[in-house]
């Protein structure tokens, strides 16, 4: 059993997938593409910015002999679909040149890791941009795509090319893995990267302070959640209270019912 960092948090993520060997793998395994490339960026951003939003992409690399692009995304965002095919559309975006030719000369596949799970609770979704026939055949003209990948529901009827990568990301999660259970060589060098001694002090204060930002939010939402219900609440007595109004009942005895103030049903009258 081995003692890892999470691949939850985005800088233990981009330490491991930032390997171009790791990288490249798991590009193979996803997408059955061979890259050819040097470097993996992490925080890629484009200048000029495309739109009106600054995207940047947590790991970018671009093939120039195979013309391809393609960024992976480690998330846990609440809008992880619309986000991320914002960020997919502004890669190509980021191509075209002149209104002579929209096609842009790179094709261009974003890879989402969703490892916080999704209320869809699907392990593989895509995003095929190709144009298709109501038979569903598509005509092979456009060539972008996205996959999202949800590694918490991984199953035995995930395609067997990259389910062992979504099983050894999940694996991470808390905190230990078993090493002996996976046979993939580069599943092996992310969790020799990922090890706790190999974690620097700068890398750990990252997990510490992606930990707070997770914290708040989910303090935030729960907030949200509560004054949603005590809203909701508060209109069910108002439309009680309408209802009482009507039938002649007095406000005292409205009051005492519905726990609106005598006011607050004055005020419906």
Known sequence: MKQVASLQYGVI????FCDVDIFKGFVKAVLDIDL???????????????????????????????????????VRNKDHYDRFLHYHCAAMLEQVAKAENYRPPLKVFTIVVLTSGDKHQKDVLTIDFDPKDLNGNGINEISHKIIYLCPKYANEKTPAAYKEWMDAIQDTLDGQVEESNYHELLIQKIFDAIEN?????????????????????????????EQGKLEGEKLKALEIAKGMLTKGFDISTISDITKLTTTEIETLK
Request: net charge negative; proline share 3%.
């Open 13 to 16: 993520f981009k330490k491991a």
């Open 36 to 74: 050819e490339i040097d470097v993996v960026e992490t925080e890629k951003a484009f200048n000029p910015v495309i739109g009106k939003v600054d995207s940047r992409f947590d790991l970018y690399a671009q093939d120039e002999k195979n013309r391809i692009i393609v960024d992976i995304q480690h």
């Open 197 to 225: 001694d190999h974690i620097s002090p700068a890398e750990r204060a990252r997990m510490f302070d992606e930990f707070n930002d997770e914290e708040q939010k989910q303090t935030l939402f729960a907030k949200g959640i």
